[in-house]
């Protein structure tokens, strides 16, 4: 009787414990990925320093070790202790918890991560061997072009033949998902193939400022300064996170004094051009446009579907053509949003024996929330803009060379072409009968202005807010 007391008392210990990891996982994940990739797992048992669990499927266990096992280590680590073994196992028969063991569970899952800059601070002194903290996955096979994206990718493949010789330092901008750190990491993974000896390194502004901050505090600024001079090719992802800081900036713009005067190639991405990094040093933003500066855009509704597609592809998945069109049609975020249902359809598909059909696309597009509710029409985008300058409508659509009227009709044929899948020509017709050279020259115009000219940015920020409310 006792044997089986001790048993059951630490069952429910392993149990309690679980459920806290999974609280801790729980903060660290949107609701749909918890709901998704964890809520579904079943503690078994815990022995010999090893977690056994159940999961869905022989998928559910690759994708939660490709994707979430730094996170899964932490946890596991924080409330059973250091050197926690997890090994899984696929649940063929759900109703009866019937299981059976994945060959990879013989090994262990969670072994203890490598001393590595961003572990503790930063290395003492020039280390031999430099992770370079790359994704293996962002490369330039899955990185899928189209117009929004082939300068920047362009550009990106140059600089990786040919680092620190050519387009450096390389600042690439745009909103959030539409692939910036995915180019940032072809270009690492490139280098390090053509040349394995290169010192690599891919860090975001957020830890690079976390570890000068931690210098300062433990009094090893200039082991910092001197760790980051050894680098080839430093790739700082979303460079917005320092602005604001003087004394982060300051140190950046040292060691990138340093690097690019030894010919070292700097690579960094941000969710705005330089120009609108409010918060930003006049000389960093100068450095930052030394080399090139290249936008990616959201991608359109072709390129959404070649997306999809290939990441169907590359999962071994069967999405039917009606699917993958339904899907590109009315997931217009990003390219994160787009991967993000892709995943969501297949993970409902494996846990509840569906077929992939439009009814499923349907539910779990119009589940979570990504259908947008009205559709932007050219009339939509007139009314607004001629709203916003006090202007009649009429006025837009005649050939007047007014000052006023010339900027409101550029800015409607520049939001045509960010907000409908018209083509040049078909805007032209429809926004004061224009050919559509006319168009590119207004888009290209208003582009520019709005990235060197911040109030001229607000006010665009404003029209759009307006045109998303109307």
Known sequence: MTNRGEHINQRVDFATQWSKCLQAIKDNVSEQIYQTWFAPIVPLEYENNTLHISVPSQYYYEFLEEQFIDLMRKVLYKYFGEGTNLEYQVMVIQDTHT??????SKRTILPQPPKSIVNKGLPQGVVSELNPHLNPEC???????????KLARSVAEAVAKNPGKTFNPYFIYGSSGVGKTHLANAIGLKVKELNPTARVLYVSAHLFKVQYTDSIRNNTLNDFINFYQTIDVLIIDDMQEIAGNTATQNTFFYIFNQLHQNGKQL?????????????????LITRFKWG???ELEKPSLDLRKDILRSKVQRDGLNFPNCVIDYIAEHVTGSVRDLEGIAISIMAQATIFNKDID?????????????????EVTIDDILETVCKHYGLELASIQTK??????VLARQIA????????????????????????????HACKTV????EVDKNFHEEMEEIRIALKNR
Do not use: C, W
């Not at 439009?358 to 947008?372: D, F, G, H």
């Open 413 to 440: 044929m520049f939001l045509a072409k960010d907000n409908t899948d018209f083509s040049t020509a078909r805007i032209g017709k429809l926004i004061g009968n224009r050919d559509h050279a006319t168009v590119l």
């Open 400 to 405: 007047s060379r007014k000052q006023e009227v």
């Open 358 to 374: 439009m009814e499923l696309a349907r539910q779990t597009v119009r589940k979570l929330s990504y259908v947008e509710e009205k």
């Open 267 to 283: 690579v960094m991405t941000a969710d705005r051009a330089p120009m609108l990094l409010q918060g930003m040093e006049d000389r």
């Open 292 to 294: 090139m500066v290249a």
């Open 99 to 104: 299981t059976v063991d994945l060959e990879s």
């Open 447 to 450: 582009k520019e202005r709005e």
């Open 139 to 149: 490369n330039f096979d899955t990185f899928i072009e189209g117009m929004s994206n």
